[in-house]
């Protein structure tokens, strides 16, 4: 965040950006492979070095899983709210 001055969300979207030199350096061979990224789906969805670096990933098939912290989806405003923001 120094060295480019930036806050938190351009920190995350510069961390993508630099993390795809190294994508091809996590690829794994196993049946099943989980890469825990940042929580922001909006960093794989929307910028290219997200994207790109799901490209590297992925073998023959990919998925999202998308995982929601019920300690805050406590009625049905908060559950829809949740939803939308990914």
């Known amino acids: 965040m120094k060295k480019y001055n ?11 950006e630099h993390s795809l030199e190294y994508a091809e350096q996590l690829r794994c061979e196993a049946e099943y ?9 909006e960093l794989f969805i929307y910028f290219e070095s997200g994207r790109k670096t799901v490209e590297v990933l992925k073998e023959n098939f990919s998925a999202t899983i998308f995982l929601m912290d019920m300690s805050i989806v406590r009625d049905p405003g908060s559950f829809i709210s949740t939803i939308l923001q990914n």
């Open 6 to 16: 930036l806050g938190v969300n351009g920190a995350l979207i510069k961390s993508i």
């Open 33 to 41: 492979v989980l890469y825990d990224t940042p929580r922001q789906m």
